[in-house]
T-cell receptor, first 115, second 111 residues
Framework: AQSVTQLDSQVPVFEEAPVELRCNYSSSVSVYLFWYVQYPNQGLQLLLKYLSGSTLVKGINGFEAEFNKSQTSFHLRKPSVHISDTAEYFCAVRPQSSNTGKLIFGQGTTLQVKP | EAQVTQNPRYLITVTGKKLTVTCSQNMNHEYMSWYRQDPGLGLRQIYYSMNVEVTDKGDVPEGYKVSRKEKRNFPLILESPSPNQTSLYFC??????????FGPGTRLTVL
């Protein structure tokens, strides 16, 4: 079985400051990793994904994440946040061998960007 | 425009009154799923479908039914809703089972 832990439920940060949202996972098999963003009253939008290859993955809106297999982590970073980045962020994994398409989600991290 | 649509977006109902939430995708995707989102729990899969007439339970299927008679549609049925099914529901689809595309969500309140 797989599980995902997002280590912070809320992250307050000032505009133009850097931010890191932490995600650890547990799995006995290889997984694909994802970060999704949910803006208020909207559905989930894919920020970035790691399927294979380079462990540093760049996504939309200036976000990037680094896959660390030894630490089973996939932390999300942005060097300078904007007010518009205020949203809830979800880390998710999917076993590479799965044919169900099921994503296992973390609990979510609310990013609050203050002026 | 490629998209997943859900209807209704908001629904308030009473215990025991059957309801259906529709989901439709225009991307010719084989995989479709339903998730529910609850505070502090993230999203949990209710049911999924790998293709027409092929459906299976996810992690929290109790109290829900689905059907997949056409590739584009995957309705979620609550035969006898209860207050513990008050939640935010998302439909998702994908072609390979990796990247999933999500609908805008349906906020359901069961009184």
């Amino acid at each position: 079985a797989q599980s995902v832990t997002q280590l912070d439920s809320q992250v307050p940060v000032f505009e133009e400051a850097p931010v890191e949202l932490r995600c650890n996972y547990s799995s006995s098999v290889s997984v694909y990793l994802f970060w999704y963003v949910q803006y208020p009253n909207q559905g989930l939008q894919l920020l970035l994904k790691y399927l294979s290859g380079s462990t540093l993955v760049k996504g939309i809106n200036g976000f990037e994440a680094e896959f660390n297999k030894s630490q089973t982590s996939f932390h999300l970073r942005k060097p300078s946040v904007h007010i518009s980045d205020t949203a809830e962020y979800f880390c998710a994994v999917r076993p590479q061998s799965s044919n169900t398409g099921k994503l296992i989600f973390g609990q979510g991290t609310t990013l609050q960007v203050k002026p | 425009e490629a998209q997943v649509t859900q209807n209704p977006r908001y629904l308030i109902t009473v215990t025991g009154k059957k309801l259906t939430v529709t989901c439709s995708q225009n991307m010719n995707h084989e995989y479709m799923s339903w998730y529910r989102q609850d505070p502090g729990l993230g999203l949990r899969q209710i049911y999924y479908s790998m293709n027409v007439e092929v459906t299976d339970k996810g992690d929290v299927p109790e109290g829900y039914k689905v059907s997949r008679k056409e590739k584009r549609n995957f309705p979620l049925i609550l035969e006898s809703p209860s207050p513990n099914q008050t939640s935010l529901y998302f439909c998702a689809s994908s072609s390979t089972g990796t990247e999933q595309f999500f609908g805008p969500g349906t906020r359901l309140t069961v009184l």
